[in-house]
């Protein structure tokens, strides 16, 4: 049975689904969540390594990793329904 804390309203057929997801949100979703968080957190200690070290060759490559990693993650989520929008007057 799936945990109720990440639950919204009765479980359609084994998962609980995000007001305007796409998918179930469910444990899968979240250890691919977890995943790609963490590709995007090793991708930035490694792009934060190159410009203390004033490694430009190493930064540029790392940056360019590190940015696929975020885009990886926001597919993810985009192809679940669930995207971001920049905050109001943060613009």
């Known amino acids: 049975m799936a945990e109720p ?3 919204f309203g009765p479980p359609p057929s084994g998962g609980g689904v995000f007001p305007g997801s796409v998918g179930a949100v469910d444990d899968h979703f979240f250890r691919r969540y ?5 590709a995007e957190d090793a991708a930035f200690d490694e792009l934060e390594h ?4 004033g490694d ?11 940015h696929s990693a975020i885009e990886r ?3 993810f989520l985009a192809s679940h329904g669930l995207s971001s929008s920049p905050l109001p007057g943060l613009t």
Do not use: G, K, N
């Not at 190159?50 to 070290?53: G, I, L, T």
């Not at 430009?56 to 590190?66: G, I, K, P, T, Y």
């Open 56 to 66: 430009r060759a190493s930064f540029e490559c790392d940056l360019a990793v590190w």
């Open 34 to 38: 977890r995943s790609l968080l963490d």
């Open 5 to 7: 804390h990440y639950l």
């Open 73 to 75: 993650r926001t597919s």
């Open 50 to 53: 190159a410009y203390e070290d």
